[in-house]
Each structure stands twice: as structure tokens, then as C-alpha cells.
């Protein structure tokens, strides 16, 4: 029912920022909560940062601390990821879902729906 497109991904230098954004349709948007995660080759997916449904209350993974953003416009179902400093390691896919659900998620299995990832290169 619910689907996600995210977009903004591209190819950077060590230090820049970059913005993504995910657009839901097809659901109440905000009525759920939303995470960003990333996938880099031959490496398993992890999570990168949560947000609840008001966009009140926020969490990040330690990797990405004081460097990333969460952010959401309800208005516009709109979800984004401001990634600022960024390093070769931030190199991967990274994919918006959507949970059914009002608090911050930070498992994945809590999410119910997928965007299908938006590349992201950062060199050095």
C-alpha cells in the first residue's frame, strides 16, 4: 500500500554534504515512523538514524552522530536525511522505511514498508 522513493544520492568528496530525501504515497504518512539505512557491498544492512512520528524525538547510530540529520515535513510526506562531513565510509545504499507506528524504531523487522535505496559514493 505504502510507497517510498527516495532520492538525492550521488557521488561527493570527503567533507561535503549531501541531502536524500524519501517521498511516501499510498498511506497516512504521518502516522508512522520513519528510519534511514544503509547497505554497503558484501556488508550487512545497518541502521543509521530514526524518527518519530511528529519528528519530535530523533536517534542516530554512533557512526553517524553529530554529522547526520533526520528530519520530516508531514506536509509535503516527506522524510530526509541531511548528511554533513561526509567520509569514504558513509559509501553505500541507503534506504528509507516506513513503520506502523508512532514511537521511534531502530530494528529493522519493526518496519513495514521499503524504498528501493538511493546510491551514495563519497571519495576521498
Known amino acids: 500500500q505504502v510507497h517510498l522513493v527516495e532520492s538525492g544520492g550521488g557521488l561527493v568528496q570527503a567533507g561535503d554534504s549531501l541531502r536524500l530525501s524519501c517521498a511516501a504515497s499510498?498511506?497516512?504518512?504521518?502516522?508512522?515512523?520513519m528510519g534511514w539505512f544503509r547497505q554497503a557491498p558484501g556488508k550487512e544492512r545497518e541502521f543509521v538514524a530514526a524518527?518519530?512520528?511528529?519528528?519530535?524525538?530523533?536517534y542516530y547510530a554512533d557512526s553517524v552522530k553529530g554529522r547526520f540529520t533526520i528530519s520530516r515535513d508531514n506536509a509535503k510526506n516527506t522524510v530526509y536525511l541531511r548528511m554533513n562531513s561526509l567520509k569514504p565510509e558513509d559509501t553505500a545504499v541507503y534506504y528509507c522505511?516506513?513503520?506502523?507506528?508512532?514511537?521511534?524504531?531502530?530494528?529493522?523487522?519493526?518496519?513495514?514498508?521499503w524504498g528501493q535505496g538511493t546510491q551514495v559514493v563519497v571519495s576521498s
Open positions: 524518527i518519530n512520528w511528529t519528528g519530535g524525538s530523533t
Open positions: 499510498g498511506g497516512t504518512f504521518s502516522s508512522y515512523a
Open positions: 522505511a516506513a513503520a506502523v507506528a508512532s514511537g521511534l524504531q531502530i530494528g529493522p523487522d519493526n518496519y513495514n514498508y
